[in-house]
């Protein structure tokens, strides 16, 4: 699922079964109606190709690494509100 900043569904792809989510997230952005300024995601999205999708795009990532990753820029001040789509 992909949110606006206020929590507000904007579109959604369904995995099967098992599938991890991750393929379904540059489709996603591709459906976004402009351009955001930042794209918030969890570490279950964390990937190098989809950082440089984001960038590309004209916009900055705030994605965490997994724990074993090295480190990447993710400010808190904008990661911690990934809330607003959590509870969406």
């Given at each position: 699922m992909i949110a606006d900043g206020l929590g507000r569904a904007i579109a959604f792809r369904l995995a099967s079964g098992q599938a991890h989510e991750l393929p379904h997230a540059v489709p996603l952005l591709d459906q976004l109606p402009s351009?955001?300024?930042?794209?918030?995601?969890?570490?279950?999205?964390?990937?190098?190709?989809?950082?440089?999708?984001?960038?590309?795009?004209g916009a900055?990532?705030?994605i965490?690494?997994?724990?074993?990753e090295?480190?990447?820029?993710c400010p808190n001040w904008i990661y911690n509100n990934r809330n607003q789509v959590e509870r969406l």
């Open positions: 351009m955001p300024k930042w794209v918030v995601g969890d570490r279950g999205c964390t990937s190098h190709a989809l950082r440089e999708h984001i960038w590309d795009m900055r990532p705030a965490p690494p997994q724990r074993h090295a480190s990447v820029a």
